[in-house]
């Protein structure tokens, strides 16, 4: 992978929100759920199709902090527009592990 410059970096927002709901997306190609995500008065509640079935439950999703991409254009995955990118890594087998901080932090704050 090339290089980047800082500036790169900083253009990708990334913020922390806490997930307000989470519930099945049948519809997705691949198995998925629907989420939607407060990141906190200035970005607002915002929704995201995420494919991160293996680890997680919806009841184990609400109320959880997540890092997500605000700053992509809306997506239309089926009849889903997904606003956001939740982030996560893979596990050894390629299923989705999320990206949450370790501790409680106030929703919508960036990543730096």
């Known amino acids: ?6 500036r790169d970096f900083e253009r990708v927002d990334i913020r922390v929100g806490t997930v307000v709901s989470a519930e099945p997306f ?12 407060d990141f906190g008065p200035a970005i607002g509640v915002k929704r995201s199709s995420a494919q991160i079935t293996v680890h997680y439950s919806p ?8 890092a997500a991409v605000v700053n992509f254009p809306p997506r239309q ?16 087998n390629g299923a989705v592990v999320l990206v949450s901080p370790t501790q409680g932090v ?7």
């Open 1 to 6: 992978m090339a290089d980047i410059e800082f």
């Open 26 to 37: 049948p519809e997705a190609r691949k198995p998925a759920f629907k989420l939607r995500i």
């Open 59 to 66: 009841d184990q999703l609400v109320g959880r902090q997540v």
């Open 77 to 92: 995955i089926g009849p889903f527009m997904s606003e956001v990118l939740t982030l996560g890594f893979p596990d050894e």
């Open 106 to 112: 106030p929703n919508g704050g960036k990543l730096f």
